[in-house]
């Protein structure tokens, strides 16, 4: 059985196409700019279901997933937190011919390379460039993720990466240049997304009674997330 937190359905931005986006329960890291801070618990979450109860609820979005190219998207809290329900429920997917994307920090446990071999696109998120920036801002061992990275290399899913660009964290051309080095560990990826930090999510820590470590910082500045986005694409075009 699994633990999800709740499911979207006409989901748009996360993989290709409209997708069901499946939101599981429990996250090891504690990003300070996580939004879905009531994911973290293990012990939450709104549902208890099985893979092929939740294939059933999937599979009535079929007819949408053929006409835009889309699919199911796995994401979090920490999808690779519960590596055999996310497994028996990826196989599940490609058995009735239904595209999978797993979006994730690259932080959990379990079988990677078998769970990215039921995976079409992988969505992961880059939390920081460098080990301790990376323990200040999530609480976890970059190690694990480089772990995860190895295992994406030798799959064959497309990637897609996407960084959380906070003012005054990651905001410097330094920080990018890092960025480039981890993403050219990669083989080639199809798409690269800066998103920039909002405070949209922080209202749920008050009702949670969770200090918020961000509060003192402002929303980035979309345009210059732009820039640094352009700068970064530019870098991973011009020396591949
Ligand atoms: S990995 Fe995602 S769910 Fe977990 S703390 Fe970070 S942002 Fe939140």
């Known amino acids: 059985m699994g633990k999800i937190h709740s499911i979207e359905t006409m989901g748009l931005v996360d993989g290709p196409g409209i997708r069901v986006v499946v939101f599981f329960q429990g996250c090891k890291l ?22 092929i109860e939740l294939l059933n609820r999937v599979k009535k979005f079929k007819p949408y997933f053929k006409a835009s190219g889309g699919g199911v998207t796995c994401s979090g809290g920490e999808p690779l937190m519960q590596p055999e329900f996310l497994l028996g429920f990826l196989k599940l997917c490609k058995e009735n011919g239904i595209n999978t994307a797993l979006d994730t920090a690259g932080f959990g446990q379990g079988d990677y390379e078998e769970i990215l071999s039921y995976t079409d696109t992988v969505i992961l998120d880059i939390k920081h460039v460098n080990e301790n920036g990376y323990k200040t801002l ?33 905001d410097d051309y330094e920080a990018m240049d890092d960025l480039v080095k981890i993403i050219k560990r990669l083989r080639s990826i199809e798409k690269f997304e800066i998103l920039p930090y909002h405070t949209l ?28 986005q352009d700068y970064v694409k530019d870098l991973l075009k011009n020396n591949p």
């Open 201 to 228: 999510g922080n209202t749920k820590y008050d009702k949670l009674g969770i200090q918020y470590r961000l509060k003192d910082i402002p929303p980035m500045d979309k345009e210059v997330a732009l820039k640094f």
């Open 138 to 170: 999530t609480g976890g061992d970059m190690g694990e993720f480089y772990k995860f990275l190895q295992a994406v290399n030798k799959a064959k899913c497309k990637i897609w990466i996407r960084h959380v660009m906070v003012p005054g964290i990651t």
């Open 30 to 51: 504690r990003c300070a700019f996580c939004h879905n801070p009531d994911t973290w618990n293990f012990s939450g979450g709104s549902m208890e279901i099985s893979p």
